[in-house]
């Protein structure tokens, strides 16, 4: 503008003024937008801030020429300018930049006109109709910490600025005002663009959207978002974004209110740092959090409450990310275990060498008692902790830590080391617990600045290989300082002695952890002298000491067969899909027979292809259940056994991968031999040989001596014979050769059908009877005749082993076992060859003598033998009263061609003299009347055998009988009688007692059928 001036010292008729020009210039000064111009100048480079000084006048130029303006005019241009060259030139500029994320200072005139107006809009959101907690209005109106974390940004204004942060945001993103303020929200999210992207998907984009359409005071939006704090931190909250009409300056405000979730966070999410370091493995897991974040948002549950209440919202979320993280690998079981420690692995490197030769060279010599232990870092199981980091991680491990856990150290660092601990929390603070809190108090000393007051010290852990078998550990850790940081090494050296016994311990019983805590206890002495004493000293001294005095009842009694295969002498017969194995697992059985299927539908061609692709998952079924009740943990001090048909010999491999699978092995398998001729049996044999594996033993089940022979013929070795057998049954002459040709082999007996066919033996008055005088189970006096014999014993159901329900405690069997009386006194009373029995032992009832199992062919011969005339070896005693019962219920069953013993404890319902006996006279034999005779005969107390009874005059039917070879099955006569004989003494039962309740034993029985 031209513009006159006069100047007041000088006469005006000396100059004109009329024909000069002056510029006047006024100048403005830009405190306004003078961040935003800092920030973009505040460059070292002179050239590149000439070059942006010069784009800015050239854009000013642009905007004012030929234009007139006062100034306020002036002002507005340059609010409108000045953000035009900073979205134009600041791209890239380090103080425009938040990671990957563009957002410089837009806002800066629009927070200028926010000024003040702070507690309107708070009454104004404590005013809607679902207003936040009352209790946080007066923390918020003022502006504190306590308060609701919040920002405010500018509708109208280009890139919708920040004009307000709450301190309790500040404090919670770590970002203050003065960098915050005049920029786009989206510094608050994760600078990893493709982080942001796979996350919170739209979510920008629909609170753009939200911003520019037509509200009304009042509206509202609620998002699920993942933030970014500023030191790279992450976190997820819900937040309400409340549209705002402020009436005093007729301005639109969005007012957003942030509620973080308390959650853990995966590793993948977790920092920018790690990001940076992982960003090429994390793709499929983005995807997988993307793809569970879109779904959480539209939850039918968690989406409406977060409009109506948002703290119930935060709560369902919470609960949801915790089970979706069960699902990812941050996750080993219920310990959580997320590999943020990469920053820390990262700057380990270098620091191995001097660590190991400079400050470790005496620590592991002294520790392994070796002079070369340094040399062996390949062999020795080594890890170092890195204190400082956040969760204590990894940031080495050895070699040798690789082979003998499973765990490879792509996985394993960066994590802290609990993934080694028990899966199950519970079970591990019960095993672990205290060894636990020693060791992090350990840690947090290795967090000071001060030398630690416990240079190194011992842990006794148990641990998990990744394949889930657990192991016993005895640890060493040592504090070691490497270029002014500390770090803490650990040497373990896992229990290889004693591991069966070792596996009982982790049975979760009071016994087990008794075992346990006074292990720990003798580990506590050595303390002390953790410098001066190296681990495989410790171990060698615990071991002798603890198994000194370790109890009966937490070892199963077994064999030892001379070639090493120890197997447990009571095992349960299960079939591949059988549940009872964990109630004999629970119950102190430690011998598994797995059944194959037998049948005639899996000799076909497509039953045994049936049988080949279910049979696995069967299986797999039951050992999943396994460890799920965590009995998988007694993996070592089980034996497992396989019995299969001839015809199913080609699935053993299938049958091995899958128990291998979860960390099972298979120490013998059983071909079932029965029905085989011997030429069948040697091609059988080649191929189970074949199948097997080299560490594994074979047996047969069903042999005799001719399938044993044929077997022999072929240089073939047999570890394990199984034979019917029970203490009921005499053995014939092939039966004891049997018996002799597997003790001179070094091959293991095993006895099947221990109880009996059909467990008649249990119910026979020989069993009840010693039972009876040593307060015992049937069952567990077969048992113990068992191992009295040196037979090993399958049982097959749980609840033979028990007279009433199987208990629900732990080792139920085994407590009733070792609280029978020894094998020596069983067998004594069993077979009557002690008349004396512990005063504990003894009970109320009647003592008879141990009967015998006799056979007779012709009923009628039995009669004149049961004479008066008879004479005894014994002296001659007062008589007794012998019964003799025919039962209707066997003699027709005999009739049926139907072998096997029924007892119905019935009683004689009619009494008839020997004389007029129809069965004595020769009369109708197949008479079903149920006849019962009294004899007179004396009654030795010492007598033992039928023969004592009788003496010489014993009639040929009761001599010992030499059974023929059997004949094909139409030349075998059936019998046409069947014999029941008791004796019982007339004192033990008064004479007004009923007589059902006299307490006859019976003495023989003979069907004839075998």
Same mark, same amino acid.
């Given at each position: 503008?031209?513009?006159? $001036? ?32 800092? !920030? ?6 002179? &050239?590149?801030?000439?070059?942006? %000084? ?5 854009? $000013? ?61 708070? =009454? ?105 704090? /500023? ?19 007729? /301005? ?84 959580f275990v997320p590999k943020i420690g990469l920053v820390e692995v990262h700057a380990f490197k ?25 040399? =062996? ?16 991680? $990894? ?38 617990? !205290? ?63 004693? /591991? ?36 495989e000293a410790v171990q060698r001294q615990l071991l002798s000491v603890f198994f000194a005095d ?51 539908? %899996? ?96 047996? +047969?089940?069903?042999?005799?001596? =001719? ?46 059908? +221990? ?45 033979? $082993? ?12 085994? /407590? ?61 005693? &007062? ?65 033992? !055998? ?65």
């Amino acid at each position: 503008r031209h513009v006159w $001036l006069q100047d007041p010292t000088v006469f005006e008729s000396q100059f004109d003024f009329s024909a000069k020009h002056f510029i006047l210039a006024v100048c403005l000064p830009l405190y306004t937008q003078m961040p935003a111009l800092r !920030d973009l100048l505040n460059n070292d480079m002179l &050239e590149t801030n000439m070059q942006l %000084t010069a784009r800015l006048r050239i854009m $000013l130029m642009e905007r004012t020429q030929n234009v007139e303006f006062c100034e306020k005019e002036a002002h507005a241009i340059l609010n409108s300018l000045i953000p035009a060259w900073l979205l134009e030139c600041g791209r890239g500029v380090p103080t425009c930049m938040v990671g990957q994320h563009f957002v410089p200072r837009l806002g800066l005139a629009p927070l200028k006109d926010f000024q003040g107006l702070w507690p309107h809009l708070v =009454r104004l959101l404590f005013r809607l109709k679902n207003p936040p907690s009352e209790e946080m209005f007066q923390p918020t109106l003022h502006d504190q910490e306590q308060g609701l974390a919040c920002w405010v940004v500018d509708v109208r204004s280009k890139d919708l600025p920040l004009v307000f942060i709450s301190q309790a945001l500040q404090r919670l993103s770590g970002f203050d005002a003065d960098f915050a303020l005049a920029r786009n929200v989206q510094l608050f999210q994760p600078k990893k663009q493709r982080i942001d992207q796979a996350i919170n998907n739209e979510e920008s984009a629909r609170l753009q959207e939200f911003s520019e359409q037509n509200r009304t005071h009042g509206d509202v939006m609620a998002s699920l978002l993942l933030l970014e704090r /500023r030191n790279g931190q992450r976190f997820f909250v819900v937040q309400q974004t409340f549209y705002l009409k402020e009436p005093r300056s007729d /301005r639109s405000y969005l007012l957003s209110v942030l509620h973080p979730i308390e959650t853990p966070m995966p590793a993948v999410l977790k920092s920018h740092q790690i990001t940076e370091l992982s960003e090429d493995e994390m793709g499929m897991a983005l995807d997988e959090w993307g793809m569970f974040l879109i779904q959480a948002r539209e939850d039918p549950v968690g989406k409406p409450l977060m409009l109506s209440n948002v703290q119930k919202a935060c709560e369902v979320y919470a609960l949801s990310f915790a089970a979706f993280l069960r699902t990812c690998e941050d996750y080993v079981g219920d310990l959580f275990v997320p590999k943020i420690g990469l920053v820390e692995v990262h700057a380990f490197k270098g620091v191995l060498e001097p660590l190991v030769h400079q400050k470790l060279r005496a620590d592991l010599r002294r520790v392994l008692a070796d002079d070369r232990a340094e040399e =062996r870092l390949k062999e020795i199981i080594m890890t170092v902790v890195d204190p400082s980091g956040e969760d204590d991680p $990894l940031v080495w491990i050895s070699p040798g830590f690789e082979e003998y856990t499973g765990y490879q150290h792509e996985w394993v660092l960066g994590r802290n080391c609990r993934f080694l601990q028990p899966k199950d929390f519970d079970r591990n603070q019960r095993f672990n617990g !205290d060894q636990l809190h020693k060791l992090r108090k350990f840690c947090l000393e290795g967090r000071k600045s001060s030398p630690p007051t416990v240079p190194t010290t011992l842990a006794l852990l148990l641990n998990e290989r990744r394949n889930g078998s657990p192991f016993w550990n005895l640890s060493s850790f040592i504090h070691v300082e490497v270029n002014e940081k500390r770090y803490i090494v650990s040497v373990m050296l896992p229990f290889l002695e004693e /591991r069966v016994r070792f596996a009982e311990l982790l049975s979760d019983d009071p016994e087990a952890l008794e075992q346990q805590k006074r292990l720990k206890g003798l580990l506590a002495r050595h303390e002390g002298g953790a410098k001066f004493i190296s681990l495989e000293a410790v171990q060698r001294q615990l071991l002798s000491v603890f198994f000194a005095d370790f109890p009966m009842l937490l070892q199963a009694p077994s064999v030892r067969s001379p070639n090493g295969l120890e197997i447990p002498i009571f095992g349960l017969e299960v079939s591949a899909n059988n549940t009872q194995v964990s109630g004999a697992l629970k119950a102190g059985v430690r011998h598994v027979h797995i059944l194959l299927p037998s049948g005639p539908t %899996t000799r076909a061609s497509d039953g045994s292809t049936f049988v080949r692709k279910i049979l696995p998952l069967k299986l797999a079924e039951v050992l999943n259940n396994l460890q799920q009740q965590h009995l998988h943990y007694l993996r070592e001090a089980m034996v497992i056994t396989v019995r299969t048909p001839p015809h199913l010999v080609f699935v053993l491999a299938e049958v091995r991968k899958t128990l291998a699978t979860a960390g099972y092995s298979v120490a013998c398998w059983f071909l079932d031999v029965r029905g085989c001729t011997p030429a069948d049996v040697g091609d059988h044999w080649q191929a189970i040989s074949q199948a097997k594996a080299p560490s594994e033993a074979v047996g +047969i089940f069903g042999g005799n001596q =001719r399938l044993l022979q044929a077997i022999h013929r072929r240089g073939a070795f047999v570890s394990i014979c199984a034979v019917k057998v029970h203490p009921g049954k005499r053995p014939d002459e092939p039966e004891m050769r049997l018996m002799s040709k597997l003790a001179c082999n070094g091959t293991l007996p095993m006895a099947y059908g +221990i109880f009996g066919p059909q467990n008649s033996w249990l119910q026979s008055s020989q069993a009840q009877s010693a039972a009876g005088r040593l307060n015992i189970a049937p069952s567990t006096l077969a048992l113990k005749w068992a191992e009295y014999k040196g037979f090993l014993a399958l049982v097959p159901d749980l609840q033979d $082993l028990f007279a009433s329900e199987v208990p629900v405690e732990h080792r139920s069997f085994m /407590r009733l076992y070792r609280a029978a009386p020894s094998v020596e006194i069983c067998s004594s009373v069993l077979w009557g060859t002690t008349g004396v029995i512990p005063e504990v032992l003894t009970t109320p009832r009647a003592r008879v003598a141990s009967p015998k199992l006799c056979r007779s062919k012709d009923f009628q011969q039995l009669i004149p033998g049961l004479c008066p005339g008879a004479t005894p070896k014994a002296p001659k005693k &007062e008589a007794q009263a012998v019964k003799q019962q025919i039962l209707p219920d066997l003699v027709k069953r005999a009739h049926q061609g139907r072998p096997g013993l029924v007892w119905h404890g019935e009683v004689a319902s009619k009494r008839l003299q020997v004389e007029a006996s129809p069965r004595a006279a020769g009369g109708n034999h197949d008479s079903e009347e149920m006849v019962e005779a009294d004899y007179n005969l004396p009654w030795p107390s010492e007598m033992e !055998d039928l023969d004592d009874l009788l003496g010489s005059s014993a009639p040929e039917a009761l001599k010992p009988i030499r059974r023929p070879r059997p004949q094909p099955p139409l030349r075998r006569k059936r019998p046409r009688e069947v014999l029941i004989v008791s004796v019982g003494e007339d004192k033990v039962v008064p004479e007004e007692t009923d007589e059902a309740a006299c307490g006859y034993k019976s003495l023989f029985v003979s069907l004839g059928m075998k």
